[in-house]
């Protein structure tokens, strides 16, 4: 099935629209004050005509089998295309705001390039029973026609570092 851009899609979320969608996959995480883990992951980017995407994401921790063994991260929010990219750059710029279940909101700001974006943490705000993070990168990539992505984060003491890598499949 051939994906079809919306026609009530804002105009400014065209660069964006191969986004658009339920996705479904899996992927792998690790960091140094954690054992490494498997994940399966639910993602939908939602448009409602105005000038933003409502994101979602939910996982599930996974066996070695795949079998869901425990909820995991949750997180929702929105992604606006924010004008022309910097003058070093193609493409637009993009901010990103997300909320999570364990005490965190996020600003991000970014570069979309065609299927490419790639972010990163210009504000992180947690509550005072939430672990310390203090910085974030994300890539988000079409490759094939699945939707990839790698977040790096900096968190509890912790240097800029690899933490979560998917491949999700347009569902």
């Given at each position: 099935m051939a994906f079809e851009i919306p026609e009530d899609l804002h105009p400014d979320l065209l660069p964006l629209a191969w986004l658009l969608g339920?996705?479904?996959g899996n992927g792998k995480g690790e960091y140094p004050t954690i054992e490494a883990f498997s994940f399966e992951q639910d993602v939908v980017f939602a448009h409602d005509t105005r000038p933003f995407l409502h994101?979602?994401?939910?996982?599930?921790?996974?066996d070695d089998e795949g079998e869901r063994l425990r909820p995991g991260a949750l997180e929702t929010g929105f992604l606006r295309p924010a004008g022309p990219a910097p003058d070093d750059a193609d493409g637009i710029s993009i901010e990103l705001v997300l909320a999570h279940p364990t005490g965190y909101a996020e600003v991000w700001y970014g570069v979309?390039?065609?299927?490419?974006?790639?972010?990163?943490?210009?504000?992180?705000?947690?509550t005072a029973?939430?672990?310390e993070y203090t910085a974030g990168q994300?890539?988000?990539g079409l490759v094939e026609g699945d939707l990839m992505y790698a977040y790096d984060m900096a968190a509890q003491g912790q240097p800029m570092q690899s933490h979560l890598w998917g491949r999700l499949a347009r569902a």
């Amino acid at each position: 099935m051939a994906f079809e851009i919306p026609e009530d899609l804002h105009p400014d979320l065209l660069p964006l629209a191969w986004l658009l969608g339920p996705w479904h996959g899996n992927g792998k995480g690790e960091y140094p004050t954690i054992e490494a883990f498997s994940f399966e992951q639910d993602v939908v980017f939602a448009h409602d005509t105005r000038p933003f995407l409502h994101y979602f994401s939910r996982t599930w921790v996974t066996d070695d089998e795949g079998e869901r063994l425990r909820p995991g991260a949750l997180e929702t929010g929105f992604l606006r295309p924010a004008g022309p990219a910097p003058d070093d750059a193609d493409g637009i710029s993009i901010e990103l705001v997300l909320a999570h279940p364990t005490g965190y909101a996020e600003v991000w700001y970014g570069v979309a390039d065609g299927p490419r974006i790639q972010l990163a943490t210009d504000a992180v705000v947690r509550t005072a029973t939430a672990k310390e993070y203090t910085a974030g990168q994300r890539m988000y990539g079409l490759v094939e026609g699945d939707l990839m992505y790698a977040y790096d984060m900096a968190a509890q003491g912790q240097p800029m570092q690899s933490h979560l890598w998917g491949r999700l499949a347009r569902a």
